[in-house]
């Protein structure tokens, strides 16, 4: 008989991960207990060391489906363990545990609620130690009932008895409730008798705009065929074109609207159920779902309610967040009926509090790998494991970038990078950020002495970090970039350069000048420019972002070509003088400005962009399979210390002066800007010693650009990297920002 202390690290908490131990132990014949506690969970266990190392070996081959193992530790004891083996109360502590992300509805518990014959039948808010909110309701740590929004709610006498027998899959399970014990919805104005989710699924069904209650926050709903009810929402969500995202029943609605391969289904119904862009050439809906744009991003239900609202629709309904514009998702009950009720005509609500305000994640399959998008839901706050060489690194925070901002805390070597928050430009959102990091600086015992930043004097994460009084580390934005890159691919903290190509819209130079097609020499610790895109002005500086036609004008002045597709009412004589004298016209290398200078030379959202990356999307939408074929090597740009735009723009003119098709312009655009990248990385790699290359910033979210510039790398004999996990713009910037800082501690 021999006794060890078991120390098991990772996402175990709230996972189900005790009663699997107690469950194997019982099966092996083994004594002693397992816990929760601040650091993962503990085992003590008493038997022969045959069955105690086929108990370890078990643990990391058969872990509950949300568990995620970083590491287990062994030792020795002489402590005596009771007889039989129990679960016993967990032990508070300093946290260093993970929290578990939202996991979405189960296949047991989806199973349950639509059969007639369970207990929880229609039950909105069934859940399970495989399932159901995690992050959206704790406050604190242990992970227990206690600390989440479910202590309100003791559980019933049948519940209970769940909640108590290990062999049961809802053993621990803090969301478990059922009608009799737990939160139950409600219909407002309730206008009508009887299930509240049943009424306003009728509701949706009769064109109906619907605020629901999901699991992070407050979602807007409509019929998605409806395209009266989409503009009427568009309307009063004041949302011009931005995409809707989708829900719909089941997979085989998403297929009646788009093709949905092997790998999009995964993710569509895996635990982490993410938004999933999909191809909709063709598709039956209203053109004001997504406008201008030949992709879709569908869902499938996240919660028994959505299941439930959606059960008996055959077609899909918009599901999107909750909000004015850009503000921050609503959470609150109170402010939901005030400041929703003048958007949607019912509000289904319930009484689960949402302690952690989260986003829906969006994923897209590109060259044959799911590319993370935006990182929230079903995937914040996993903790991402820092390469070999970072364990020695002190606890830090980093603070990310001003759009799609994100924040990173690097603890015991692992990256907690957060979800998705927003642009910070906006005061509550900025309000959140800040309320963001001291809630998980509590949930996972934080206290950083040092700060990451990007150097933009103007950037309000910046500044937050400068007045912490932290010591500050600031990171470059496209070195940061790079190191992302570096860090989810698990590239080690010792090795070589690599070529980071970031393209991106903006980011602040090492000069003091604007920076966004960039071809960096870097590892963690270091960077070095060694080549760019040509700088162009940028007529009115933050306007030109907004307005295409500004960059569309400034690059053809730059490169002698008369004007073509500017607005008639435009101020180009202005425009011209302004960037003559360099008055409020910074140059910047930016990749993502060129994108959009293309755009509006083919008349897409040249005066002005709905939002953020309109151009872009739209000009990528253009193209397709058919056209990228018919569209030859692409336009050429000249490649020498920098790659220069200018003979791509004569081609542009002749081709509208022969009256090319747009599609077949859209394509050669991508085609040649791939060529041009993977000419300048061949040239550099006579110039410096490297052998991989890095793909990275937000252009590279574009598939054309990423399939065609990876394939031609590859080509070329470089081995390549890419993000999957992490996204590729800005919402990436906090975990390269970690690393650089890390890394920098390190070696100092």
Known sequence: MQQAEIRVRGRVQGVGFRPAVWRLAQQLGLHGDVRNDADGVLIHVAGGDAAIDE????????????ARIDRIERRRTDATCPSGFRIVESIGGPARTQIAP???????????????????????????????PRLSIVRGVPYDRATTTLAPFPLCAECRCEYSDPADRRFHAEALACAACGPRARLFPADVAGDAVAAAAALLQRGNILAVKGLGGYQLAC??????????LRAAKQRDRKPFALMARDLDVIRRYCPVDAMEARLLTSPEAPIVLLRADGCALPENVAPGLTTLGFMLPTTPLHLLLLHAMERPVVMTSGNLTD???????AEALERLGGVADHVLTHDRGVATRIDDSVVRVVAGAPRVLRRARGYAPAAITLPRGFADAPDLLAVGGELKATFCLLKDGQAILSQHIGDLEDAATFDDYRHMIAHYAALFDHSPAVIAADPHPDYLAAKYARETGLKLIEVQHHHAHVAACLAENGRTIDAPPVLGIVLDGLGWGEDGTLWGGEFLLADYRMSRRLGTFKPV???????AVREPWRNLYAHLLAADVPSFGIPSDKPCTLIETMIRNGVNAPLASSCGRLFDAMAAALGICSDRQGYEGEAAMRLEALACEQTLRAAGDGYPMAVSHWIDPRPMWHAVADDLARGTSPAVMAARFHLGLAAAVTSMACALAGQAHFDTVALTGGCLQNAILLEHTQRRLREAGFAVLTHSIVPANDGGLALGQCAVAAARLIAA
């Not at 998605?224 to 503009?231: C, E, G």
């Open 102 to 132: 939202d996991a979405a509805l189960c296949a047991e518990c989806a199973r349950e609620v639509l059969d007639p014959d369970d207990r929880r039948h229609r039950y909105p808010f069934a859940t399970c130690t495989h399932c159901g």
């Open 55 to 66: 108990l370890l070996e078990r643990i990391q081959r058969e872990p509950p489906p949300l």
């Open 327 to 333: 503000a921050p998702q609503i959470i609150d009950d």
């Open 223 to 232: 019929d998605a065929t409806n395209a009266d009810a989409v503009a009427r």
């Open 537 to 543: 002005a940028m007529p009115g500086g933050a306007a």
